[in-house]
C-alpha cells in the first residue's frame, strides 16, 4: 500500500451551495432527476471552475453584448480578464439576472470528482490505520473567501468518526526500491512529503539498510513544517540519514527544493553514483520541472557531463526506474 492514493468523495461547502440557490433565485427543493437542487449542488456537480458549457448556455437564454461575452467565454476567450476566477457562483453573478432553468443549469455544470491524496503512512508500521497528509486551501477573490472543496470537507465538515467514501488507488511505476538496501533520495515540498513519510515508516518498520534523504519545504519554518517532531525523531534512530530543508517565505529572497539541491549538489551526485533511486512527489506545473533541471544540472556540474548527455542520464534513470514522479 505504500505509493498508494485514496480516492475521496468531497461535498461542496453547503453555504456556497446555499449562495448559489439565492444567486439561481430557484427553490432548493426544486426537482433534478428525483433529488431536491440543493441536494445534487451538495455532492453531485462540481461548482468550481465553471465550465465552458455553462457559458454556452448562457449564450443561449441571453442576448445582445452579454450572449457575446458567453460565447467568447465558452469558446476559452477572456473578454474581461477574469475568466481564471470565475467558479460557478461568480459566472451567475457575472450574468446576474440571467435565469436558466435548473434542469439545464445542473447538465451544464461538470460531475463532481473525487480527490486523490497520497497514503502517508505504512501499514506494516501502523496496522488498521491510513492517514493522509491535507493543507487546507482557503484565498480570497473579489471580497469572497473561496475553499478548496476535498481540503475544508475533511478539515471542517467532516466530525470525528464520521463516515467518507473512498477508495483506494494502486500506484503505478511509485513505490520503494525491491532491494532494502538501495539508497533513497525524496523530493516532496507542502504536502509532498505524504508518501515518503509512509516510504520513511516501512523502512523503519522492515529494518531496512538502505540511506535515506528527504528533500523538504514550504513556506514557512514556524508554520509549515508538517511532521517536525516525527521526522527528528527518525534522524535520531538513523532511518532518515539526510533531512535538508527550503523555506520560500522566511528570507528576503524565496529558496526553494531545487535551490537547495544545487547547493548539496556534490553529495547527491555522490548518491546518485552509488545507485540510489530518485522520487518527486508535488506539483507538476513547476517544482516538478524545476526539479528535474536541477537534477541534470547536477549530472552536468558533478558528474563532468555536457547538457545533453546530463538530459539522457536522468531520461535513463527514469527508463530503469530510478528516477519516479508522483505529480498533479
Not at 491535507?134 to 473567501?145: A, L, P, Q, S
Request: include cysteine; charge should be neutral; glycine fraction near 8%.
Amino acid at each position: 500500500m505504500v505509493g498508494d492514493s485514496f480516492g475521496i468523495f468531497p461535498t461542496n461547502d453547503p453555504a456556497l451551495v446555499d449562495a448559489v440557490i439565492a444567486a439561481l433565485d430557484a427553490p432548493a427543493d426544486f426537482p433534478i432527476g428525483g433529488r431536491a437542487l440543493r441536494e445534487v449542488l451538495l455532492d453531485g456537480v462540481s461548482l468550481n471552475p465553471a465550465p465552458d458549457m455553462l457559458f454556452q448556455l448562457y449564450s443561449y437564454v441571453t442576448g445582445g453584448e452579454r450572449r457575446q461575452k458567453a460565447k467568447a467565454l465558452a469558446s476559452g476567450e477572456d473578454p474581461d480578464g477574469d475568466a481564471a476566477t470565475l467558479d460557478v457562483l461568480a459566472a451567475i453573478e457575472k450574468f446576474r439576472g440571467v435565469r436558466p432553468d435548473p434542469e439545464a443549469f445542473i447538465e451544464a455544470l461538470d460531475p463532481l470528482q473525487p480527490r486523490l491524496y497520497s497514503i502517508s503512512s505504512s501499514f506494516k508500521a501502523h496496522p488498521g490505520r491510513i492517514s493522509i497528509t491535507v493543507d487546507t486551501v482557503r484565498y480570497r477573490i473579489n471580497e469572497r473567501t473561496r475553499l478548496g472543496v476535498a481540503s475544508t470537507f475533511l478539515a471542517s465538515r467532516v466530525a470525528p468518526g464520521g463516515k467518507v467514501r473512498v477508495y483506494v488507488q494502486k500506484a503505478h511505476a511509485f513505490g520503494l526500491p525491491p532491494d532494502p538496501s538501495v539508497p533513497i533520495i525524496m523530493i516532496g515540498p507542502g504536502t509532498g512529503i505524504a508518501p515518503f513519510r509512509a516510504f520513511l515508516q516501512e523502512r523503519m518498520a522492515t529494518r531496512a539498510p538502505g540511506r535515506n534523504w528527504l528533500f523538504f519545504g514550504h513556506q514557512r519554518r514556524d508554520h509549515d513544517f508538517f511532521y517536525e517532531d516525527e521526522l527528528a525523531a527518525m534522524k535520531v534512530a538513523k532511518v532518515l540519514t539526510r533531512l535538508s530543508l527550503a523555506w520560500s517565505r522566511d528570507g528576503e529572497q524565496k529558496f526553494y527544493v531545487q535551490d537547495r539541491m544545487r547547493e548539496v549538489g556534490r553529495d547527491l551526485w555522490s548518491w546518485l553514483a552509488d545507485g540510489a533511486h530518485v522520487y518527486v512527489c508535488g506539483d507538476a506545473k513547476r517544482m516538478a520541472k524545476d526539479v528535474e533541471r536541477a537534477l541534470v544540472d547536477i549530472v552536468a556540474q558533478h558528474g563532468a557531463r555536457s547538457t545533453d548527455q546530463a538530459v539522457a542520464f536522468v531520461a535513463d534513470l527514469r527508463k530503469q526506474g530510478r528516477y519516479q514522479t508522483d505529480v498533479y
